[in-house]
């Protein structure tokens, strides 16, 4: 090589070259030394030790005390190989995830096993730790799917619009599982620091996830948000503080706690620890243990939210299950026999009272789509609804399809006066995207001819405040139940009573049941009696403390009469309203942070190592 071709040689390269060239000629002295350690050369004859005398003989000593350092060096180092932190097998984590969506599945109405949920939240954080981000994503959208397509399958019904609605929507869902999952997989290095973080972590993680599913896309979807499956657990309390999402962050921190005590107690029977922080003297069992007191103890911590029952004016409600001809989407095809259906309910109630075999009501609800035919517009359906009405003696909240503006209608709570007719209305804010109207209608139309099965329904701007004879009521309709913004609304504004008027025709007595769940933690949440008519059932009332009272039987007539407290002021649930949601939203945004700040560190701390090495080796 000329002097102007090492001169042109980098400076990098050249360090480069010498950190190779170290390493190996370490790597062939540590091979020698174990070599002749084995072979025993190190230490030499006796004879040659008398020739070469005794300073060769330390010398000899040194040599053998030098390749035993390095053959232990080596041993510890295959030994921290040996507990490096591993994830579950593969077979292990796809069944454990599988089984996650499975328990979600069964925490919710029908089946109702609440205490599935936690455990389904444990299955798939143990599932996903340890793994990386995107096998984590796929661990999650397999939960989701496994989770979401059983729990949805009310939606596939109809054999006009098939089953891919169905599978698209548990897709759409599940998506967001996955999403779950690879967060839940990138964070395993704070719970491996941190063991007791998974909880909270979990518990954040959970919250944010369902935060965002609750709003995108078009509005969100919240059915299957953990909160709904805990109507019987303890964890439902938590809503009279901090709403919803406070029991979904409860639920999912006794997860993590399971999943802590479950994965402690894996490590102990193995017999290899694999928690940085592990200190010294304690079993892993006795860790364990700790951590499975800790869920219990969150499980039953909703028993210390202190219980006010509601203590206004007492008033008789009405509710009118009128039913259907035949579920299905053809239910619009029967819109006169629903209306008839529903009127002669209410003759037939107030016949039963004028015999003395019922109450009076101060005020009767019908559900969302007893009159499909506009009252306001049509003579035949309102001279029915004024003969019940009239009858009757007292209003009728009715729910109605309302014709305008323009090409739309208007899903709507109408308040019906005898010898007057409506006064009020509330007409529904959220309509279900894909079946009260179509998104980006004209591109669907490009995909497939069943664009124009979606209704064209317009959405109000005005919370549900309606005042119904001597109570204020507070009116969501349908799936609006799911989303707390709604429903906290119309308390802020002054109701008294919550109603939820519902059409269940299309869908079947899971969905219905599920929806009823829905209702009861509202009626928590917001420290006042609540009710579902329904045209199909369930109805019935729900309790300031949770329970059903009346219920109905699923496609069958019926009417419930029912004296209730109305509910004045709020909990504090309602006074925080979003609140506590964003705070632990944003407590998930600095637990990701801190994985990252984690992250960096790590990467720093390595290559500060690399450069020693490399300083080392040039010296």
């Known amino acids: 090589m000329t002097a102007g071709t090492t001169f ?46 005794g300073a060769h003989r330390q010398g000899g000593e040194g040599l053998a005390a030098t390749a035993s350092s390095v053959a232990d060096s080596s041993g510890s180092t295959r030994r921290a190989r040996d507990a490096r932190p591993e994830p579950a097998p593969v077979w292990l984590a796809v069944a454990g995830a599988a089984l996650a969506g499975a328990a ?78 690879a967060a839940a997989a990138w964070c395993s290095p704070v719970v491996d620091r941190w063991r007791w973080s998974w909880a909270p972590l979990t518990g954040v993680l959970w919250l944010a996830d369902e935060a965002l599913r609750s709003r995108l896309p078009f509005g969100g979807f919240p059915w299957g948000r953990l909160a709904f499956s805990q109507a019987d657990s303890p964890l439902v309390w938590l809503a009279a503080l901090g709403g919803a999402p406070l029991t979904t962050f409860g639920t999912a921190v006794v997860g993590g706690f399971l999943a802590a005590a ?20 304690r079993p892993a069992w006795t860790r364990g243990l700790a951590l499975l007191a800790a869920a219990v103890l969150a499980l039953l911590s909703g028993f210390a939210v202190p219980y006010q029952p509601p203590a206004g004016d007492a008033v008789t409600v009405a509710i009118i299950q009128g039913n259907v001809p035949r579920i299905g989407l053809d239910f619009n095809a029967q819109r006169r026999a629903v209306l008839d259906n529903h009127v002669d309910g209410t003759l037939r109630l107030a016949r039963q009272v004028a015999r003395g075999e019922a109450r009076q009501p101060d005020l009767v609800i019908w559900p969302e789509n007893s009159s499909d035919i506009d009252p306001l517009v049509n003579d035949d359906a309102r001279a029915r609804i004024d003969e019940a009405a009239n009858t009757i003696g007292v209003p009728i909240l009715v729910g109605a399809v309302l014709v305008g503006p323009g090409d739309h209608v208007r899903n709507a709570g109408l308040v019906w006066l005898p010898g007057e007719g409506p006064v009020d209305s509330y007409v529904k804010q959220h309509p279900v995207p894909f079946a009260e109207y179509m998104p980006m209608r004209p591109l669907v139309r490009m995909i497939t001819e069943k664009a124009d099965l979606a209704g064209n329904f317009a959405s109000g701007d005005e919370p549900g405040v309606l005042r119904v004879g001597p109570a204020t009521v507070g009116d969501v309709i349908c799936f609006e139940v799911a989303y707390d913004d709604l429903v906290r609304d119309t308390i802020i504004g002054g109701a008294q009573l919550i109603v939820v008027q519902t059409n269940n025709a299309t869908f079947n007595d899971a969905e219905a049941q599920q929806q009823m769940a829905m209702v009861r933690l509202r009626a928590i949440e917001h420290g006042r009696p609540a009710l579902m008519a329904s045209t199909v059932g369930v109805s019935g009332f729900a309790g300031a403390d949770g329970a059903v009272l009346d219920a109905s039987r699923f496609n069958t007539p019926a009417t419930a009469v029912r004296t209730v407290r109305l509910g004045d002021g709020g909990t504090l649930a ?15 945004l600095a637990a990701l942070a801190g994985r990252l700040a984690l992250r960096w560190r790590v990467t720093a701390a390595r290559l500060r190592r690399r450069d020693d090495d490399g300083d080392g080796e040039r010296t």
């Open 574 to 588: 309602t006074r925080l309203g979003a609140l506590p949601e964003i705070a632990l939203g944003l407590a998930a």
């Open 104 to 181: 979600l599945v069964v925490a919710f109405p029908p089946v109702g096993v609440w205490l599935a949920a936690p455990v389904g939240v444990a299955l798939l954080a143990a599932a996903a730790h340890r793994r990386r981000a995107r096998a984590g994503a796929g661990l999650g959208l397999l939960a989701g799917m496994v989770f979401f397509a059983p729990l949805l399958q009310w939606t596939a019904l109809d054999d006009r619009i098939g089953q891919w609605p169905w599978v698209l929507l548990a897709l759409s869902q599940a998506a967001f599982v996955a999403l779950l999952g």
């Open 262 to 281: 479950a994965w402690t107690a894996a490590e102990g029977l193995r017999g290899r620890p694999q928690r940085i922080n592990d200190g010294p003297g």
């Open 8 to 53: 042109l040689t980098s400076a990098p390269a050249q360090t480069t070259r010498r950190r190779q060239v170290g390493r190996l000629a370490r790597a062939a002295s540590r091979k020698r030394l174990l070599a002749a350690a084995s072979r025993g050369d190190l230490g030499q004859s006796r004879s040659a030790g008398a020739r070469r005398g």
